[in-house]
């Protein structure tokens, strides 16, 4: 009994530690909401940012410290600046110095670099002169300063530059996409899309597959397949560069569980994996559907609400939507619900709407962020 007793508390602090909260101001301070709509953290801080790796940064007599999801102060306020914590370490500023620091705010002593880049799912860029390099969370160069530009890492790949050319490269700095390309797309179940002088395919291991009359390709999102342009219209191909949807839409975004938008003159509609459209259109704009089951739509004015995959407006018209706001630090522009909760704008106010379309806590803020860990 003793057993199970120490195992539940264990499991209770890693949920706690786990637990996810909002940065909202009220009445111009900044405090910490709970997903139940409470404050976890009340609002007394002039200014703040978002958790991430478990801190939060706060500011306090002009100058910055970081707090623990409860509230404590876990490093002094002494910094002048101070970016976020990734792979348990942080870019701060101090006397006209960047630098690291660890979650017990101790220097971490980084390899010699032009400039001290925010770390990104255990990676960091270095510079020397005009070329950039990375290096990993134990502070070792992992790949020489050699390239022109790196882009942010995405599930563990980035696209890079050289000479005007584009290729793509692992967190360890290995070439998985040639750097030949005059454009690159993301990597995504080892293939990506390129532009290779006036043509645009797939780069399916390693090799480029031109696809005839295409002008245009997007970056893949969740499925195996996405979409592109030929002649001015829309359609969708899948990872071997075949078209499964014919190029016949105006406008498209992504499929998400077998539901994509589509624009045919003007209004936005939905069809499913076959092109068939599924939810007619009549709407001037419209969302990826959420794995919560409901996608983002407007009409004629500016206001969103949502619709379920019938189609039925379950949310009225009457929101202003945006992935994130002044201090977000999501890298996708994902707009509408995320694990049950959406970030709207109301009346001039920010705040949160639950699935069911009630407002999380019953309140609206002067500002909120997207919910973090």
């Not at 801190?55 to 999801?69: C, D, T, V």
């Not at 979650?103 to 770390?119: H, L, M, Q, R, W």
């Not at 005059?182 to 990506?192: H, L, S, V």
Request: hydrophobic share 40%.
């Amino acid at each position: 009994m003793k057993k199970i007793i120490i195992v539940l508390l264990l499991c209770f602090q890693f949920v706690s530690a786990q637990q996810e909260l909002a940065l909202v101001r009220k009445e111009g301070k900044f405090g910490y909401l709970g997903k139940n709509g409470d404050f976890v953290i009340q609002p007394k801080y002039k200014v703040a940012k978002s958790f991430s790796n478990g801190l939060a940064a706060i500011e306090e007599n002009n100058k910055w410290g970081f707090i623990n999801n409860k509230g404590e102060t876990v490093i002094a306020p002494k910094f002048d600046k101070v970016k976020y914590f990734d792979s348990e370490l942080c870019v701060v500023l101090k006397d006209k110095e960047w630098f690291y620091i660890n979650k017990k705010g101790e220097t971490v002593k980084s390899p010699t670099t032009d400039k001290v880049y925010d770390f990104d799912d255990g990676v960091a860029f270095i510079k020397k002169g005009d070329k950039i390099g990375l290096i990993n969370s134990k502070m070792e160069v992992v790949l020489d300063p050699k390239y022109d530009v790196i882009k942010s890492f995405e599930d563990g790949y980035a696209r890079v530059k050289n000479n005007n050319h584009w290729g793509i490269i692992d967190k360890s700095g290995k070439v998985v996409v040639e750097i030949i390309y005059d454009e690159i797309g993301n990597y995504f179940k080892k293939t990506t899309w390129a532009k290779n002088g006036t043509s645009f395919g797939l780069v399916i291991a390693g090799k480029f597959k031109a696809i005839d009359g295409v002008d245009k390709i997007w970056d893949f999102y969740s499925e195996s397949v996405t979409y592109a342009q030929k002649k001015g219209k829309i359609g969708f191909i899948d990872l071997n560069g075949n078209w499964v949807i014919e190029p016949k839409f105006d406008k498209a975004k992504a499929f998400v569980n077998g539901i994509a938008p589509v624009c045919i003159k003007n209004l936005w509609g939905y069809i499913d994996s076959v092109g068939k459209l599924i939810i007619e259109p009549r709407f001037n704009d419209a969302e990826i559907f959420s794995n919560d089951g409901l996608a983002p739509v407007k009409f004629v004015d500016i206001e969103w609400g949502f619709i379920n995959k019938s189609g039925v407006l379950v949310i009225p018209t009457k929101y202003i939507i945006s992935a994130g706001g002044m201090f977000s630090i999501f890298k996708r522009d994902e707009k509408g619900f995320l694990d049950g909760i959406a970030r709207v704008k109301s009346d001039s106010k920010w705040g949160f709407i639950k699935l069911d379309g009630t407002v999380l806590g019953n309140q609206l803020f002067e500002n909120a962020e997207l919910f973090n860990n």
